[in-house]
């Protein structure tokens, strides 16, 4: 799991720890924070993309349904990542 996969892994459990590991990851000059963020938004797309491609295999409407849920934090969570924050 690179960076941004960490940063996602975290956000989920403790963002603060998330905003801390940005700042960590940051500090060298090597990453930008927009940088590290679409590399979290990336890997929280690619989870909740994989979550989607299970229901190709569902029996029926129902568990494609209920698969489909299953993407929804994934998915959620990008849109966070990525919304427009201040990086000052």
Excluded: F, I
């Excluded at 491609?53 to 209920?66: F, G, L, Y």
């Excluded at 489909?68 to 990086?87: D, E, N, Q, R, Y």
Aim: some cysteine; glycine content about 6%; charged content about 15%.
């Amino acid at each position: 799991m690179g960076s941004g996969g960490e940063v996602a892994a975290r956000w989920r459990e403790n963002p603060a720890q998330a905003v801390a590991l940005v700042r960590e990851l940051t500090a060298g000059g090597e990453l930008t924070v927009e940088e590290v963020l679409d590399q979290a938004v990336d890997a929280a797309m690619v989870c909740g993309l994989l979550a989607l491609a299970r229901t190709a295999a569902a029996s029926d409407p129902s568990t494609a349904a209920e698969l489909c849920l299953t993407a929804a934090p994934h998915l959620v969570l990008a849109v966070t990542l990525a919304a427009p924050t201040s990086t000052e």
